[in-house]
């Protein structure tokens, strides 16, 4: 028979380096949260960024950021660079609220119908049916306007030109 341990005769314990655990715990928190916050931070990207896979998508958000809410910010994302082929746009949106304005009313602008009626390479044309309600001393007003657009394909789909179809 062999010597006995100081135990009696049981194996010794092992000490638990606790540092060791809290350190390896602590990596793997830092890992997952690290990890978290690159898919919210793409998710977050993914759904803020703007839609302009199609010359409607570009056209819609184009009218309802610009026409709609009064957003430039916003509309500048879909729209070309060279916004010139837009001045009509910017002239009717003036007039409606100069006439609000004057009126005292509020315009409400509404994108009723945008559909792709052309497309010819990297440029489309898409017909916009926009309604306008105003409310004036508690009579309803509507009115519907026709536009044309043009979009052309310049790092997505963007508006570069309108013009109201008579």
């Known amino acids: 028979m062999g010597p006995l341990s100081p135990s009696g005769g049981r194996k010794p314990r092992r000490k638990r380096n606790w540092r060791l655990i809290f350190a390896v715990l602590a990596g793997v928190l830092a890992a997952l949260c690290a990890s978290g916050s690159l898919v919210a931070y793409v998710w977050y990207d993914k759904a803020t960024a703007p839609d302009r896979t199609t010359p409607v998508l570009a056209v819609r958000q184009y ?26 746009v910017k002239k009717f949106r003036d007039d409606l609220d100069a006439r609000s304005k004057a009126n005292n009313f509020t315009v409400y602008v509404n994108l009723d119908t945008v559909r792709e009626v052309s497309r010819s390479g990297d440029t489309a044309h898409v017909a916009v049916v926009i309604v306008l309600l105003a409310s004036a001393n508690g ?16 790092d997505g789909w963007r508006a570069c030109g309108a013009h109201q179809v008579s």
């Open 63 to 88: 009218g309802s950021a610009y026409l709609g809410r009064h957003d430039d910010v916003r509309a500048a994302k879909f729209a070309c660079a060279d916004q010139s082929g837009l001045v009509e």
């Open 139 to 154: 009579e309803q007003l509507r009115r519907v306007e026709n536009w044309d657009f043009t979009a052309k394909r310049q």
